[in-house]
């Protein structure tokens, strides 16, 4: 079969056109049908999230970094539960080539049970996997029901699911395309043998979650078709009909309240997998005319040899968490309200690359997109009366993707990730007030913390630190959220494989708004030999588990290496430590016009330092009482005011200035050629 062209994948995102079976259902609807279905609908799928949280073997499916959803016959999205936005728009790719290629052989029917992951048929990478299920009532297709997760494992050639050595796509494990894995509502033994002896490292954690996905998705299957025997099939095509024409009248009526014009972003990104390097990750031109948006590529850094790549269906996804996080956040999950956005990839960037490209670490890239777009929104709506309140700086978007894998305290497998680095990042700055301390996961705003407790049991660790992580926010006159930090120590076992997947140790990724500072980067930091465990016994007084008071006072010794946030597999021994960061978010606005009592709030809460009150927002008070010298803190800022302004130069001069200067050429190898980020020559992979 052929696999999707990207034109094939643009047109699959719209919605079909409506059938005159579906006009007519929709025209029976009484009046507060809808308002009463719809919600049957969230009802369904958030009962089926619930299943899925529950049922879940992997830390993403614990912690809710998932997708529960409903679509047509045609395969449209009509509504979703979402951990993760990231899922939404993009499944229908996966049902409608089901539908072209698959109708006739092996054909679709009552109890089949489909399964895929792989990006080239619309998916975001690997380790993202969907069980589809379809709905068929008296032998018609009526519905489609999906439930996506992420696992944390694919037989890669490094554990973990997303291996950042990875050259091209045959050396990222398990890439499968969309296939019957069961029939008569029933898994197919054979296939869960062949998942089994495939060369995963953790078998039952992959088996276990795919039997999640089916159990959720059929869960969804019974309820509509108990809404079919209560109010009728009519009702139920009539309703999808009706949920699709409301969402895409919402999304034409707010997209031509937008302003006309071109806004662009650019977002680098500061290294590829292990290799510090330098990227155009995306460079944006955000076009709003005629009642669409259009979002062209043109000049973003052209494909590399690694897992760092992006298929575009996956950039879409990304863009999804932002536009229903903010923009669209009032209108329903689904296809039509993407009906007047269109996109434009130009051929070989490294949001669009070859087939053979690796793009199991894609998120790292497709993260750079969603970021760029807030900026280009934040740029376009700031003037408007009605959704000024809306603009945000980005979400804090780097974190420690730590994978641990071995044996566990109980004798099992495991190859699993430690998903609190994940879910605490800060939200971005927002025009009216801080962004939201540990707010989530910037590819999944519901996500939550694991328990620690949960880990501890499950894992062979112990959580021995997990806090704010103090001065991870950037600042402004509205703050970003803070960023957590946690410390691991490997326990109960002689030893653990461990790596870490990211980006963002050089470049902050997310870029903060209108005079706001950057959040902090990420360190890789971990520690071999040290003696916490022989303090801890002997009760020693001077220990405290503060993270700032450990990297300041160096009161636990050992081995200490520090490096970029990717780091190659290692063994780690018993008493040896990891530490786990999660990026604060950008600021917004001048820090100098912060209130000074919301700075004192800050500091006691632990969420800045003294420094930062002192030297960059420039406020006086007293250390001890923690009470701000009001006449003095104007006369800070109003010194420093004078001195930017001393500082400061023409744009003019800048420019001059500032075209000059080139970054390393070592730092270039991915760049293309500088600075337009044009390629310079083919990619060749193993």
Same mark, same amino acid.
């Given at each position: 079969?052929?696999?999707?062209?990207?034109?094939? /994948?643009?047109?699959?995102? /719209?919605?079909?056109?409506?059938?005159?079976? #579906?006009? #007519?259902?929709?025209?029976?609807?009484?009046?507060?049908?809808?308002?009463?279905?719809?919600?049957?609908?969230?009802?369904?799928?958030?009962?089926? @999230? #619930?299943?899925?949280?529950?049922?879940?073997?992997?830390?993403?499916?614990?912690? +809710?970094? =998932?997708? &529960?959803?409903?679509?047509?016959?045609?395969?449209d999205l009509i509504n979703a539960s979402c951990g993760t936005y990231l899922h939404a728009i993009i499944q229908p790719i996966v049902i409608k080539f089901i539908q072209k290629y698959y109708a006739e052989n092996p054909g679709i029917h009552d109890g089949d049970i489909w399964y895929t992951n792989d990006a080239l048929y619309g998916g975001i990478h690997n380790p993202d996997q969907v069980a589809l299920i379809p709905v068929f009532h008296?032998?018609?297709?009526?519905?489609? %029901?999906?439930? *996506?997760?992420?696992?944390? $494992?694919?037989? %890669?050639? $490094?554990?973990? +699911? @997303?291996?950042v050595s990875a050259k091209s796509r045959f050396e990222e494990g398990l890439n499968m395309p969309p296939i019957k894995i069961g029939e008569n509502f029933k898994i197919r033994n054979d296939f869960l043998e062949m998942y089994s002896v495939y060369g995963l490292r953790a078998p039952a954690m992959f088996i276990s979650d795919l039997r999640a996905r089916c159990t959720t998705a059929d869960r969804v299957r019974v309820r509509i078709l108990e809404l079919v025997k209560k109010r009728g099939e009519d009702f139920v095509i009539g309703l999808m009909r009706k949920m699709l024409d409301t969402a895409e009248a919402g999304a034409r009526e707010k997209v031509k309240h937008l302003p006309d014009g071109k806004f662009r972003s650019v977002v680098f990104n500061d290294a590829i997998g292990w290799t510090p390097a330098l990227v155009r990750a995306c460079f944006l031109t955000l076009t709003k005319k005629d009642g669409r948006l259009v979002f062209n590529f043109e000049g973003t850094s052209p494909e590399n040899p690694s897992s760092y790549n992006v298929h575009t269906q996956a950039v879409?996804?990304?863009?999804?968490?932002?536009?229903?996080?903010?923009?669209?956040?009032?209108?329903?999950?689904? =296809? =039509?309200?993407?009906?007047?956005?269109?996109? $434009?990839?130009? $051929? +070989?960037?490294?949001?669009?690359?070859?087939?053979?490209?690796?793009?199991?670490?894609?998120?790292?890239?497709? @993260?750079?997109?969603?970021?760029?777009?807030?900026? *280009?929104?934040? /740029?376009?709506?700031?003037?408007? %009366?009605?959704?000024?309140?809306? &603009?945000?700086?980005?979400?804090?978007?780097?974190?420690?993707?730590?994978?641990? *894998?071995?044996? =566990?305290?109980? /004798?099992?497998?495991?190859?699993? &990730?430690?998903?609190?680095?994940?879910?605490?990042? +800060?939200?971005?700055?927002?025009? *009216?007030?801080d962004g939201m301390d540990s707010y989530g996961f910037a590819w999944c705003a519901f996500g939550r913390a694991p328990d620690s407790e949960q880990v501890e049991s499950e894992l062979p660790l112990s959580v021995m630190l997990s806090q704010h992580w103090r001065d991870s926010c950037g600042h402004g006159i509205h703050r970003g959220g803070s960023g957590a930090v946690q410390q691991w120590m490997v326990h109960k076992v002689p030893d653990i494989v461990s790596l870490c997947m990211g980006n963002g140790s050089k470049v902050p990724l997310g870029q903060p708004m209108f005079g706001g500072y950057a959040s902090s980067p990420i360190p890789g930091i971990s520690v071999k030999k040290t003696d916490l465990l022989k303090q801890m016994k002997e009760g020693n007084p001077e220990l405290t588990m503060d993270h700032r008071e450990i990297m300041e006072k160096a009161t636990v010794h050992g081995d200490w290496t520090y490096e970029l946030i990717a780091r190659t597999p290692k063994v780690y021994q018993e008493g040896d430590l990891l530490f786990g960061f999660s990026g604060g978010g950008p600021g917004y606005g001048d820090p100098l016009e912060r209130d000074p009592e919301f700075v004192m709030e800050d500091l006691k809460k632990c969420l800045i330092s003294d420094w930062t009150a002192t030297e960059i927002y420039k406020i006086a008070y007293d250390h001890e009482r923690r009470k701000v010298d009001i006449e003095k803190t104007n006369q800070q800022r109003a010194a420093e005011r004078k001195s930017r302004l001393a500082r400061g130069k023409s744009y003019g001069e800048f420019e001059k200035e500032w075209n000059k200067k080139s970054p390393p050429k070592e730092a270039l190898i991915y760049y293309g050629t500088w600075p337009d980020a044009k390629s310079t020559g083919p990619v060749f992979r193993p």
């Open positions: 079969m052929p696999i999707p062209t990207l034109a094939e /994948k643009l047109a699959w995102l /719209k919605p079909s056109p409506p059938t005159p079976h #579906e006009i #007519e259902c929709a025209a029976k609807l009484a009046q507060g049908d809808y308002e009463i279905g719809a919600q049957i609908t969230n009802d369904i799928l958030d009962e089926a @999230m #619930e299943i899925f949280v529950r049922s879940s073997r992997s830390y993403f499916g614990v912690s +809710g970094d =998932s997708m &529960v959803a409903i679509f047509t016959a045609n395969g008296e032998g018609r297709l009526i519905a489609w %029901a999906t439930a *996506a997760l992420h696992t944390t $494992e694919t037989g %890669a050639v $490094e554990p973990g +699911g @997303m291996p879409v996804g990304h863009i999804a968490n932002f536009m229903y996080e903010y923009f669209f956040h009032d209108l329903p999950i689904c =296809s =039509s309200t993407f009906a007047p956005i269109d996109f $434009e990839f130009p $051929e +070989g960037i490294i949001l669009n690359p070859d087939k053979l490209a690796a793009t199991s670490c894609c998120v790292y890239i497709g @993260m750079q997109a969603r970021c760029a777009t807030h900026n *280009a929104f934040a /740029k376009m709506t700031f003037s408007s %009366a009605s959704l000024w309140q809306q &603009v945000a700086a980005s979400p804090g978007s780097q974190h420690t993707a730590q994978i641990c *894998a071995g044996v =566990s305290q109980w /004798k099992l497998a495991i190859s699993d &990730v430690l998903s609190f680095s994940l879910n605490t990042q +800060g939200q971005g700055g927002r025009a *009216a007030t």
